[in-house]
């Protein structure tokens, strides 16, 4: 009498099937699990004990192994109840088994039969759905997570009572259905917006290009100039997220418990601004259930750190590689584990200590020495991967006070997506989404530049001292610069611009 | 011990100024015999306090110049004592020259000398001035004497090697120890560049704050007239304006923005009676008798000569202005302006003006300083 379950383990934000056996056999009555399971799985003993008997089915008084196959790979929380408590009952013949291999069942049991919400639900059911399951039972709570994916019958289920009346014939639990396409173009957005930005005019356009082509950002400038208030905007105006993207966004967000209560799907690029006494773990992910860090939280979206230099060296530094790969590894003792990481990088800093070093009056204080000193703390191999740095200056209250109408969030948005929307479909297949993401062979392909264009940018390397790794960069942004055109060449004046955005290569104290 | 070495013990007694050495000097007339003076008649000269007495008389005063003296021969410095010959006249009749200097490089020293000084944080106005004069008056055979600090004195020192010049920088530490550091590259062009480092302290001292003022008044002590291009209202360069006055040198300042913080006491001592200088003449004509040493060799106009040098554009490509560009000149010709700024007034998006100042400063009609912020060029 031995059964076999379909459930599910997470590795990273990738599930992988694991099949639940189970053994009943005579002998002195015991109940075991093996398989390298946490704590969480050997507790389900007990829930499933009491979930079957409050369900009104008979728990056997017989002895119950439970392997939980592969037995080499570490299987953690509580998701695995349901297929243990169904396995049990299929052993004893308590459900009709003829085709339980096309099933899949999650969830975790509460002592009366219910069955609860676990998180990482969406990885599972997409894992599910590659490896040929067509029905899977997910707990109610989890329905619209689930129902994401196509293809596959989302059943959802309130109480392990219900999953066998249905597997008995006795009643159908009705698939679940959403429908995506309006999911992803309903887009309830923050109450901030560009318009209450006054003046800026510059800054903003920086954030447009950043926004259109996903382009690390450094704003530097002095206290109160609008820095925060400029970031805390820029969600506003970031393009539409491709059903790919919002999939790989709300694997990350489900693994790691943080998707909202009845959301499906995570169709609002993530906007990530940790605090600055965060630490280098939490910023690139780790912990003894190693969980994504704010680097892979902010994937597709916006990683915002405010008061840059004010972060701890590990911490920023720790950025460095993600940013290159876009993608993180962290390894631990017992297991390593890859997350997505394609954050566009928003920094905000002062450019001295007490902030005012980049004003026209007299107000700063600091020495020659000390700003330098402070804007060391931008290191270079990080500033390296930041491709558009801008400066933004305070305003006059006159400045203030005068100004009308400025453009709308929802103006700038339009055209954001129209310059992305070039991209994909330039990048279509490729497996890149946006020109920050473009390689050192692509640039070549992608960013020619005719020779009168290119003497302009070889003058401008002569006469303004930049460096060599400015280069990619100025290609890559004058790229995003052209796409928000629709020129199909780079033109003088998009590398002109390009160039602009990179003063953090000329300030010499 | 030789004799070099009593003048390395008396300019490192700790506590013994210059006019209190100077005075001594002058009553037994070498080094030497001060050395093997007793207490007792060290206290009869009644020049000095128990505390300078116990200095003089201190019994480790053989290691220490022997320590000196060795880190001299390591770093190839040399002393001159005051009644050297070649020990600058203007120097030597000051009220508190200094009884010895060390120096790195070549000594040869009674040229026509002017001092440029100024504040370490400087304008970009401040710099193109300081840099221009200093050019000009080095090729016309000044000297150019600063004291190798940030902002100012560095570009007067580079002004003045620029034009070929030779220049010389008046320390206020040892001389084996550079002083801002990162003016150590230019601290190696002066002395390839037959220039000459001096200081009236030992190896060893370091860069004391107290030593700064003292300092100044060697800078002004050996030039004929300083030069003040921009200074805030509480500065050294005051200072050395000061010690000019004080031992009659001329003094001159070059004028800034009434409003602007940092040429304050430039403008108050043009305000006090210091020649207010425009163009290098200002400054040559004071010195007729330096006629001889400057020489008018070169008849063009250098002042032409500097900016073409320093704009050369021969790219056709770069060669005329639209006149959008025509227009944003006219908005950047008075002042500085942050990009910002720029486009508000011209009524241009962001994008445009992006382009436009970018070409401008290719064209090498503006320049853009640290901030986005954008002011004309010469």
Redesign the interface.
Known sequence: MVSKINSCALTGINGRIVEVETDISNGIPAFDIVGLGDTAVRESRERVRAAIKNSGEEFPVRRITINLAPANLRKEGSVYDVSIAIGILSAKGAVNDNELNSYMFLGELSLDGEVKPVTGILPMVSCAYENGIKNIFVPEANADEAAVIKGINILPVKTLMSIIEHLNGKKTIVPYMIDIDSLLISNARASADFSDVK????????MEVAACGAHNLLM?GSPGSGKTMLAKRLPTILPNMTFEEAIEVTKIYSVSGLLPQKASLITARPFRSPHHTISDVSLAGGGKHIKPGEVSLAHYGVLFLDEFPEFGKAAAEVLRQPLEDGEICISRANSSVVYPAKATLICAAN?CKCGF??????KCKC???MVRQYLGKLSQPLLDRIDIH??I?S?GYD?LAARESEESSADIRERVNKARRVQLERYRGMGIYSNSELSASLIKKYCELDR?TS??LK??FE??GLSARAHDRILKVART?ADMEKSEGIKS?HI??A??YR?LD???? | MKEIEYWIWITSLEGLGAVKARTLLKIYKHPEIIYHMSSQELVKTRLLTDKNIQELLNCNKRERISEIYSSMVKHNIKIISIFDEIYPDNLRQIYDPPVALYYIGKFEINAFIIAIVGSRKTTSYGARSAKKLSYELAARGTRIVSGLARGIDRIAHEGCLDAGGKTIAVLGCGLDNIYPPDNIGLFDRIVNSDGLILSEYPPGMPPLQRNFPARNRIISGISSGVLVVEAAGRSGSLITAGYALEQGREVFAVPGNIDSAYSGGANQLIKDGAKMVLEVNDILEEFPWGEKIIADILKEDLSNNFIKQNSKSNFSIFRGLSTEEIRMVKIISNGVHHIDEIIEKSNISAKEANNFLFMLEMKGVISQLPGKIFELCL
């Open positions: 003046g800026q005019a510059s800054a903003k356009r920086a530097i450019p070093y980049l004003e026209p009056s007299d020495t020659p020495r801008t400066e200056h305003l400045e009168y003497a302009l003058r401008a006469k303004l610069i004046d002109a611009e160039i602009q003063s000329r300030i010499r104290v």
